[in-house]
């Protein structure tokens, strides 16, 4: 299984391309353009006409991000995730809760639950997470998530 968060240089270009699946952070920025975090949320400030705080895991929108990789001289290519056909798929049965979420994801359980927050869903460890929503959180973490319904007791 190949994850591949944090996109690198093509080793094949000279020019001074980086590759790059959505979600863009400005953490995944800064470790992509070798500079400190602070620096891309100030660049963030500067070029937002809203003015939204970001934080280090905030979703950065493309244009902004390839607006911060011209500032230092490179070209930002960004890309939807693909599932890739090697990656083996998470199976959990309904009903799925925040904690059944977390374990096979890999994930730390307050950071679902600050995703969750962001998006005003208030839940704790053992509350049911709607399908959809568990289906978003694994794809946001470039995972392939099948829910299954219980089987039946004989």
Request: charged share 30%.
């Amino acid at each position: 299984m190949t994850t591949n968060r944090v996109s690198v240089e093509n080793p094949d270009d000279d020019d001074d391309r980086i590759y790059l699946t959505r979600p863009v952070t400005p953490l995944r920025l800064s470790q992509l353009l070798g500079i400190k975090p602070p620096e891309v949320i100030t660049d963030l400030l500067r070029r937002d006409l809203v003015l939204i705080p970001y934080g280090l895991h905030d979703t950065v929108p493309d244009e902004l991000a390839q607006d911060i990789a011209r500032k230092y001289h490179r070209v930002l290519v960004i890309r939807d995730w693909e599932p890739n056909p090697d990656d083996k798929p998470i199976y959990l049965t309904r009903p799925v809760t925040v904690q059944d979420l977390c374990l096979p994801l890999g994930i730390k359980p307050h950071l679902i639950l600050a995703e969750l927050m962001m998006r005003n869903i208030f839940l704790n460890l053992q509350d049911t997470v709607p399908d959809e929503l568990a289906l978003e959180i694994a794809r946001k973490y470039h995972r392939i998530l099948v829910i299954r319904d219980k089987k039946p007791e004989v």
